[in-house]
């Protein structure tokens, strides 16, 4: 029997009803654009995650693009990063002209690091005329970033912070005024709600949320080509806009997130039992911080082994990301080589995902978890052998973004 990376029709199942009504409603009144279901799954979002304004786009990347451009960065700004994302958070950076900095990732985490960011700032040896004007970290696999320490270096250079939430809908970090949502942090965070993500539409969506009711205004302008009347433009915008059938869906999948969010730190726990000792390195529960596992990547110099007896017993696996962002060919001109970025090119090479749905069953993990050890002890007595296997660049992936 095959096990799916992600479950998408088990999600279904458990919105039938209620999703049954909200398109018989829709049926009815026709507003596909914007409207009412929009409006209603804006206010909830916004109440999950303790935030004042949710503004519904078309995807995460047009959140991305947008928040940045209503923050006023541009041509001759820089924005630091992190190379180990999807492709999407760099390329929002260069959509608004500006220069994506990178700097490496927490070889613990994946995750941006704080200190490389600093060493950077200080550094003074900066990539674009303007010099840096925000940090952009992505909460990578459902575990925030370190955002109190970001928080405080974007207040010490007064820069902008802005979250890529994408793969973190209810991941929580404690402060001194205990726990927030990640995508609290920032003048701006954006989520995707790609038909995989913890919380998907389906079909193509995406959030921008902020404290700041300015700037949330300028995003509203944004995603709806400048319109801030009828008939009135007062800039040229786009059309990013959140249709009323992805907000149905979602607003019948927010009621579930919790619950969802729970299981799959339940079976990450699971994992983690049954995987301990096994030479692989496991994701890190970190004091502080709690992820929503968007992803279960674990690490291993003999990935592309395991990988391909995960795929031989029919269970589906991924690699988030095989190639990171500094090295993609679309990147070129960034002028950045291997070996720029270390840790980030070591998770690429080691990266492997597995299965993670709230609808895994318990067995299934037990199989997983079995072909997972066979095929390291298989691997260890071929290399024994002295048999030196290649190493796979970039697998196909099944499992889009
Ligand atoms: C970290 C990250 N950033 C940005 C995006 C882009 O989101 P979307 O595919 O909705 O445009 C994704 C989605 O895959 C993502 O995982």
């Given at each position: 029997?095959?096990?799916?990376?992600?479950?998408?029709?088990?999600?279904?199942?458990?919105?039938?009803?209620?999703?049954?009504?909200?398109?018989?409603?829709?049926?009815?009144?026709?507003?596909?654009?914007?409207?009412?279901?929009?409006?209603?799954?804006?206010?909830?979002?916004?109440?999950f995650l303790g935030v004042?304004?949710?503004?519904?786009?078309?995807?995460?990347?047009?959140?991305?693009?947008?928040?940045?451009?209503?923050?006023?960065?541009?041509?001759?700004?820089?924005?630091?990063?992190?190379?180990?994302?999807?492709?999407?958070?760099?390329?929002?950076?260069?959509?608004?002209?500006?220069?994506?900095?990178?700097?490496?990732?927490?070889?613990?985490?994946?995750?941006?690091?704080?200190?490389?960011?600093?060493?950077?700032?200080?550094?003074?040896?900066?990539?674009?005329?303007?010099?840096?004007?925000?940090?952009?970290?992505?909460?990578?696999?459902?575990?925030?970033?370190?955002?109190?320490?970001?928080?405080?270096?974007?207040?010490?250079?007064?820069?902008?912070?802005?979250?890529?939430?994408?793969?973190?809908?209810g991941a929580r970090?404690?402060?001194?005024?205990?726990?927030r949502s990640a995508g609290s942090?920032?003048?701006?965070?954006?989520?995707?709600?790609?038909?995989?993500?913890?919380?998907?539409?389906?079909?193509?969506?995406?959030?921008?949320?902020?404290?700041?009711?300015?700037?949330?205004?300028?995003?509203?302008?944004?995603?709806?080509?400048?319109?801030?009347?009828?008939?009135?433009?007062?800039?040229?915008?786009?059309?990013?806009?959140?249709?009323?059938?992805?907000?149905?869906?979602?607003?019948?999948?927010?009621?579930?997130?919790?619950?969802?969010?729970?299981?799959?730190?339940?079976?990450?726990?699971?994992?983690?039992?049954?995987?301990?000792?096994?030479?692989?390195?496991?994701?890190?529960?970190?004091?502080?911080?709690?992820?929503?596992?968007?992803?279960?990547?674990?690490?291993?110099?003999?990935?592309?082994?395991?990988?391909?007896?995960?795929?031989?017993?029919?269970?589906?696996?991924?690699?988030?990301?095989?190639?990171?962002?500094?090295?993609?060919?679309?990147?070129?001109?960034?002028?950045?080589?291997?070996?720029?970025?270390?840790?980030?090119?070591?998770?690429?090479?080691?990266?492997?995902?597995?299965?993670?749905?709230?609808?895994?069953?318990?067995?299934?993990?037990?199989?997983?978890?079995?072909?997972?050890?066979?095929?390291?002890?298989?691997?260890?007595?071929?290399?024994?052998?002295?048999?030196?296997?290649?190493?796979?660049?970039?697998?196909?992936?099944?499992?889009?973004?």
């Open positions: 029997m095959k096990i799916k990376f992600v479950d998408l029709l088990a999600q279904n199942e458990e919105i039938r009803d209620r999703i049954e009504r909200e398109l018989a409603e829709l049926h009815r009144h026709t507003a596909y654009v914007g409207g009412e279901s929009v409006e209603s799954f804006e206010r909830e979002f916004a109440k004042d304004h949710a503004i519904g786009v078309g995807s995460g990347t047009d959140a991305l693009r947008l928040a940045l451009l209503a923050l006023g960065i541009g041509p001759g700004d820089e924005v630091i990063t992190t190379p180990m994302s999807f492709i999407a958070t760099t390329a929002a950076v260069l959509q608004t002209g500006a220069t994506p900095a990178f700097v490496d990732v927490n070889p613990d985490t994946g995750n941006i690091d704080a200190e490389a960011v600093r060493r950077y700032l200080r550094g003074g040896d900066f990539r674009a005329p303007n010099g840096p004007k925000a940090i952009l970290p992505v909460h990578l696999y459902g575990l925030p970033a370190p955002m109190n320490e970001l928080s405080e270096i974007a207040n010490s250079f007064h820069l902008d912070l802005i979250e890529d939430a994408c793969q973190a809908h970090v404690m402060t001194r005024d205990g726990w942090f920032g003048a701006a965070a954006c989520f995707s709600f790609y038909p995989g993500k913890n919380l998907g539409a389906w079909g193509e969506a995406g959030a921008v949320v902020t404290g700041d009711g300015e700037l949330a205004a300028a995003v509203r302008a944004l995603r709806d080509h400048g319109r801030i009347s009828h008939y009135a433009h007062d800039r040229i915008g786009y059309n990013a806009r959140l249709d009323a059938l992805q907000a149905a869906v979602l607003r019948a999948k927010l009621e579930h997130l919790g619950g969802w969010n729970a299981r799959r730190r339940r079976i990450a726990a699971t994992y983690r039992d049954l995987l301990r000792d096994s030479g692989l390195l496991l994701p890190l529960e970190l004091p502080g911080v709690e992820s929503v596992y968007h992803l279960f990547v674990v690490r291993s110099p003999d990935r592309d082994q395991i990988r391909q007896a995960l795929l031989n017993d029919g269970i589906e696996c991924g690699i988030h990301y095989p190639v990171p962002i500094h090295l993609q060919p679309a990147c070129g001109a960034l002028g950045y080589k291997p070996g720029d970025f270390p840790v980030s090119e070591s998770f690429a090479d080691t990266v492997l995902s597995l299965p993670m749905h709230p609808h895994l069953k318990d067995s299934d993990l037990e199989r997983i978890a079995g072909v997972v050890r066979s095929a390291m002890r298989s691997n260890h007595t071929s290399l024994a052998g002295g048999l030196r296997p290649e190493t796979s660049v970039a697998p196909p992936l099944a499992n889009g973004n």
